[in-house]
């Protein structure tokens, strides 16, 4: 059975996981830092712990908030990263350097990488490569796989 998008958000609401695919660091540049908040608290409403860059909210240099994130990417109880890669800078589906490195870290590590939307062109055949999961901007495809 295929449920559409309000039946596996309805799904997600009423079962509590109890599986190991509950954990998720959301990635994405400073550019988009207030979709990625808004995103967290969605995610959050639907049962998943969620992990949100701490520079979002401490004022920490690049070389520790960069540590700080890797290290939750690629601890064990992580499932997976979902990167927020809406438009930034004129470029859609924008995927910044240090975004990017998260991803490769996150590949290493045997963790799933989703993108919110699709991919972003100067780096598809990697992204492709490493079996990047786009969700074209519904939760769906996350929601399933972890259901």
């Not at 960069?66 to 924008?94: F, G, M, P, R």
Request: net charge neutral; hydrophobic share 35%; aromatic share 12%.
């Amino acid at each position: 059975m295929d449920l559409d998008e309000d039946e596996t958000l309805y799904t997600r609401k009423l079962i509590q996981p109890v599986n190991d695919k509950n954990r998720i660091v959301l990635c994405g540049s400073k550019k988009v830092q207030e979709d990625i908040i808004r995103l967290a608290k969605l995610l959050k409403s639907l049962h998943f712990e969620v992990i949100v860059p701490k520079e979002f909210f401490d004022d920490l240099d690049k070389y520790i908030a960069t540590k700080e994130h890797i290290s939750q990417i690629i601890d064990d109880k992580t499932y997976a990263i979902l990167v927020v890669n809406n438009k930034a800078y004129d470029k859609d589906n924008y995927i910044g350097a240090n975004t990017f490195a998260e991803i490769a870290f996150a590949f290493y590590y045997n963790k799933k990488v989703y993108l919110l939307n699709d991919i972003y062109k100067p780096y598809k055949e990697e992204l492709d490569g490493w079996n990047v999961k786009c969700c074209n901007g519904k939760l769906n495809r996350l929601i399933k796989d972890t259901l």
